[in-house]
């Protein structure tokens, strides 16, 4: 069985009047990151081209962990990177693409992978968008520097996924 949500007619012109005055536009959703992304590109919220890129907490080796058994022990995105911690930190990779990532304070991509770049290319490597889920927005607004905030919040076209 299949579901499918089509967008209203109005949707698309409303955000262009919207966007028209010069006001910014936001998606605030309980979608899956990909479906947010997929709407926001029919109704024109991003650019079909755009690039995306999504948070996640990275992954990490506990030495404390590791004297005490002394083992190795690869830890899982709950126990060493979650909303709950203060020291998690975020890897903001490209949707399309988990090697080309942002720069986790400046979030600005960071130059794509070789094989992204052509003599042709006519991609603007500056156009693109971050789709945030709840957690990480939670663990921004607590944690992450308030420069860092302050540029998601203010100068990238945002979908934020809540959960």
Not at 66 to 74: C, E, G, P, T, W
Not at 86 to 104: A, E, G, N, R
Request: some cysteine.
């Amino acid at each position: 069985m299949i579901f499918e949500n089509k967008l209203k007619p109005g949707t698309t012109p409303a955000i262009q009047a919207l966007r028209s005055a010069h006001l910014a536009c936001r998606m605030i959703t309980g979608d899956n990151p990909l479906t947010a992304v997929s709407v926001a590109r029919e109704c024109s919220l991003i650019n079909q081209a755009a690039h995306v890129f999504a948070p996640t907490f990275a992954r990490g080796v506990c030495s404390q962990f590791r004297l005490r058994f002394k083992m190795s022990f690869l830890l899982t995105e709950s126990s060493i990177g979650n909303a709950a911690i203060p020291t998690s930190k975020l890897v903001w990779s490209s949707m399309d693409d988990p090697l080309w990532q942002l720069d986790s304070y400046s979030l600005k991509p960071t130059s794509p992978p070789p094989y992204h770049m052509t003599e042709s290319d006519e991609i603007n490597y500056q156009d693109y968008s971050l789709v945030i889920t709840g957690d990480v927005f939670r663990w921004m607004l607590k944690f992450a520097p308030l420069e860092t905030v302050q540029r998601v919040c203010t100068n990238c076209c945002l979908i934020f996924m809540v959960c």
